[in-house]
T-cell receptor, first 115, second 116 residues
Framework: AQTVTQSQPEMSVQEAETVTLSCTYD???????LFWYKQPPSRQMILVIR??????QNATENRFSVNFQKAAKSFSLKISDSQLGDAAMYFC????????????FGGGTRLMVKP | KAGVTQTPRYLIKTRGQQVTLSCSPI?????VSWYQQTPGQGLQFLFE???????NKGNFPGRFSGRQFSNSRSEMNVSTLELGDSALYLC???????????????FGSGTRLTVV
């Protein structure tokens, strides 16, 4: 079974600084997708960024970028120029075509942003 | 474009009762998935429905069931509620098809269920 591990339960960053959230996963599949979701206190999960495993290029979305290391099964999220609105729970998730739309989520990292 | 709508937002039920939660997906999204979120277990997959058929099921007891209607709206039902069923129940919708592989989900804001 696939597992997703986020080893940092909590992280903090100074406003305008850069922070990296870690995620590792375990799979025997060769084709899969990885996601980072953000869950603010409003509870709604928001997709931050996605990465297709067959793409070597790391995905970027504005201030958010990933470092995808397929051989190491690592998928970290870098947030640049952190803003107060970035404070939230961040979840790493894994999915494959074989599992339909089912995603396996990590335990989450709570990010605090200090003004 | 309207988002994923879940009703109700909050619910308090007594042990032994049953509950039905509702989810309306984004227009055009034909796959609806349900997740249970608790502080102890995190996000756990309940089931996925596509074209009114359950396509995937997580490791939950038979007290948890769901269905999908022809308009893609979905309901999940929990019978004989237990204290441990207290959780945030999240619904997520996704388009289906080869052009949407790896799309991920759009989530609703969830239903907070408290069992007393």
């Amino acid at each position: 079974a696939q597992t997703v591990t986020q080893s940092q339960p909590e992280m903090s960053v100074q406003e305008a600084e850069t922070v990296t959230l870690s995620c590792t996963y375990d799979t025997s599949e060769s084709d899969y997708y990885l996601f980072w979701y953000k869950q603010p206190p409003s509870r709604q999960m928001i997709l931050v960024i996605r990465q297709e495993a067959y793409k070597q290029q790391n995905a970027t979305e504005n201030r958010f970028s990933v470092n995808f290391q397929k051989a190491a099964k690592s998928f970290s999220l870098k947030i640049s120029d952190s803003q107060l609105g970035d404070a939230a729970m961040y979840f790493c998730a894994y999915g494959t075509l074989n599992a339909g739309n089912m995603l396996t989520f990590g335990g989450g990292t709570r990010l605090m942003v200090k003004p | 474009k309207a988002g994923v709508t879940q009703t109700p937002r909050y619910l308090i039920k007594t042990r032994g009762q049953q509950v039905t939660l509702s989810c309306s997906p984004i227009s055009g999204h034909r796959s609806v998935s349900w997740y249970q979120q608790t502080p102890g277990q995190g996000l756990q997959f309940l089931f996925e429905y596509f074209s009114e058929t359950q396509r995937n099921k997580g490791n939950f007891p038979g007290r948890f069931s769901g269905r999908q209607f022809s308009n893609s709206r979905s309901e999940m039902n929990v019978s004989t509620l237990e204290l441990g069923d207290s959780a945030l129940y999240l619904c997520a919708s996704s388009p289906v098809g080869s052009s949407h592989q790896g799309y991920g989900y759009t989530f609703g804001s969830g239903t907070r269920l408290t069992v007393v």
